[in-house]
Nanobody, 115 residues
């Protein structure tokens, strides 16, 4: 299993970013996918989940209405569109899959929200 995130960067408050995570090593369309984030000095926090066929999504209260998770099963890719970014969204963002009872993570992509 391999997960590779991209799309992070430095953005001003109120700005937008779209993260991508390309998956390989498993049948992508058979599994729910999740995004997590970890800010410096804090524990990892769940951000969003999407079901395997994208029929359902869930969000942490802290990002609801601002972030949108989506997926393209033809490209083995899950996305996180982040709008109205706030300084408290600054973190390393990682995608996750629970495959055969194990959690797999990508290396993460840094998102910094600052003026």
């Amino acid at each position: 299993v391999q997960l590779v995130e991209s799309g992070g960067g430095l953005v001003q408050p109120g700005g937008s970013l779209k993260l991508s995570c390309v998956a390989s090593g498993f049948t992508f369309s058979n599994y729910d996918m999740r995004w997590f984030r970890q800010a410096p000095g804090k524990e990892r926090e769940w951000v969003a989940r999407i079901s395997r066929a994208a029929y359902s999504t869930d969000y942490a209260d802290s990002v609801k209405g601002r972030f949108t998770i989506s997926r393209d099963n033809t490209k083995n890719t899950v996305y996180l569109q982040m709008n109205s970014l706030k300084p408290e969204d600054t973190a390393v963002y990682s995608c996750n899959v629970r495959y055969l009872a194990f959690d797999y993570w990508g290396q993460g992509t840094q998102v910094t929200v600052s003026s």
